[in-house]
């Protein structure tokens, strides 16, 4: 390792200047765009949306839509009056010996047959019909993955999560051993290819696994173009750094809402979030190695040519071999002894050092588990969005456009009040607000989609603070494998995530048919005690029983 800090060669060439912010906004583009889409398409691309069996025998009347669920579907009231359909299950009856009058089939604005309780009620023996007022098509409704085949998507989401556990890790150590430049071109090869090939998958299975594979470069291509945006830069600036590829990240979630609403096919939305993004292989020309990377591993010819650039387009002067004559002048001044330092010696750091020395054990641990909640939340958020009873596309836009408002307010309270505290009071917020959501009526729906909202304006700032601190916390030859480590962790917390998204609907259908079986068995209840024998034989049966329960 040199003993030269980087941070003093910045005070030479400038923390800032306009070498820095060219690369620092050429970066925020892999780092972000490519991250958010890949993360978060499957929310439009397996979006699931309202749905009832579908009955071909009524197809051949000219019944509308409503006409047919009003007569072929059982269901519930809700809260405010309106009904709700069973997803799943179905009325068993001859509809076309039901509605044959007189050999003719009733219009679309006849009045229908009432449907009655002793009606048979089935699962869905023909397949479903599906809501288009959202999507054109999507994976779930090409598929029919509802129903028993509804645990599909979450799977496929756990299984994305299961990659990026490995990704995290393997390229946090690449990038620490190899180069952030050489862990970035890698990532974005692969993870664009496989995109596209994602758009041509034959079934969910093969889905399933190209996203599994995708997953190892999510999210290192976020974390792998940030460190290396952030070692560009003097440390005033690193706010600045993780404040402003945060709100990249979130135009990208609204950019995404947005062709996925002008889109509304699944396959067109998976290549316009894949094809384009085989321009950002140019970058291969234009981004270099961190320099900073390059002094600790003691590369300083590499790092000199690099230094030499930052200054010409800084329009700072230098003289050649600079960093080679910094060098010189800090061994003589350690030999000298007229400077506190010591030489570091030019060792590999590894992973196991995390939990050798005690204050970086201690950063550490604090770390992942911040990381596992801020996960979890945000994650959950963003695919709940489509359970919120608005647009789906309504909803993910204003949940991507909040968070830009969120970093703002941090950039400034961060360099005013510090990261710990920020950090703190923002994952309060974005609880309190989450929680709240429990005690709301089930009607009141722009108040859950408010405090979703809220609960996300907290966890996205709670997030941007976190990168800025880990990338200072951390030092620079185990930052790159510290925060694959955390993020691997967080990994672990974010498998569940999904299914907790999936309990809400099937929260929703399992109540709805509940309601519906317990409402058909107390009507057949009710039709068999209108005999009067029967009510009688009934109500000794219970009397009788009672008695021998409570007898002394």
């Not at 010819?301 to 230098?318: C, F, L, S």
């Not at 259908?509 to 009067?532: A, G, V």
């Amino acid at each position: 390792m040199s003993s030269i800090d980087f941070d003093d060669v910045l005070q030479h060439i400038g923390e800032r200047g306009l070498y820095q912010q060219i690369m620092y906004y050429l970066l925020c583009i892999p780092a972000t765009i490519p991250a958010a889409f890949l993360a978060f398409s499957q929310v439009f691309v397996s979006a699931s949306p309202e749905h009832w069996c579908r009955v071909p025998s009524l197809d051949r009347h000219p019944l509308a839509a409503d006409q047919q669920k009003a007569l072929a579907i059982p269901y519930t009231l809700r809260p405010d009056g309106r009904r709700q359909y069973s997803r799943c299950y179905m009325y068993d009856v001859n509809f076309t010996a039901l509605l044959h009058v007189q050999s003719q089939s009733i219009g679309p604005h006849q009045q229908l047959p009432l449907p009655e309780s002793g009606w048979n009620v089935t699962k869905c023996l023909y397949g479903w019909n599906y809501d288009h007022k959202d999507y054109d098509s999507t994976l779930v409704t090409e598929l029919n993955l509802v129903c028993d085949d509804g645990w599909w998507p979450s799977t496929s989401t756990t299984f994305f999560y299961v990659g990026s556990l490995f990704g995290n890790v393997v390229f946090g150590w690449v990038a620490d051993k190899w180069g952030r430049r050489t862990s970035f071109f890698i990532i974005l090869f692969l993870e664009v290819n496989l995109s596209i090939l994602t758009a041509f998958s034959p079934n969910y299975v093969v889905y399933t696994v190209l996203r599994t594979i995708n997953g190892l470069f999510f999210p290192a291509i976020y974390q792998i173009p940030f460190i290396l945006a952030l070692e560009l830069m003097g440390p005033r600036h690193r706010t600045f750094a993780g404040m402003v590829i945060c709100m990249f990240f979130a135009l990208g979630l609204s950019l995404l809402a947005l062709l996925g609403y002008l889109l509304r096919n699944w396959y067109t939305l998976s290549l316009a979030t894949s094809v384009p993004f085989v321009l950002l292989f140019s970058y291969y020309w234009i981004i270099p190695e961190s320099p900073r990377w390059l002094l600790s591993k003691n590369r300083i010819n590499e790092a000199e040519e690099i230094v030499q650039t930052m200054a010409r387009v800084n329009g700072k002067r230098v003289s050649k071999n600079f960093l080679r004559k910094m060098e010189l002048e800090n061994k003589q001044k350690l030999r000298n002894g007229t400077t506190g330092q010591q030489e570091i010696p030019n060792i590999s750091a590894t992973p196991m050092d995390l939990l050798r020395y005690p204050n970086i054990r201690k950063k550490f641990f604090i770390l992942a588990f911040d990381w596992v909640a801020n996960a979890v939340a945000y994650n959950g958020l963003a695919y709940n969005a489509t359970n919120l009873g608005v647009s789906d596309y309504l909803a993910f836009f204003i949940g991507g456009a909040v968070e830009i408002p969120s970093y703002i307010i941090t950039w400034y309270t961060m360099d005013r009040w510090g990261r710990r505290w920020v950090l703190c009071l923002t994952m309060l917020l974005g609880g309190m607000a989450c929680m709240s959501c429990m005690f709301v009526p089930e009607d009141a729906v722009w108040m859950t989609v408010s405090l979703a909202m809220i609960g996300k304006f907290g966890i996205a700032a709670s997030f941007a603070v976190f990168y800025v601190f880990v990338g200072e916390l951390l030092p620079t030859v185990l930052r790159s494998q510290a925060m694959g480590i955390a993020s691997f962790i967080a990994g672990i917390g974010l498998l569940g995530f999904p299914y907790i998204v999936y309990l809400v609907s099937a929260i929703i259908c399992f109540s709805s048919n509940s309601k519906i079986m317990f409402s058909r068995t107390t009507k057949l209840l009710d039709k068999f005690l209108e005999f009067p024998e029967t009510r009688d034989r009934f109500h000794h049966d219970i009397s009788l029983k009672k008695d021998l329960l409570f007898q002394p």
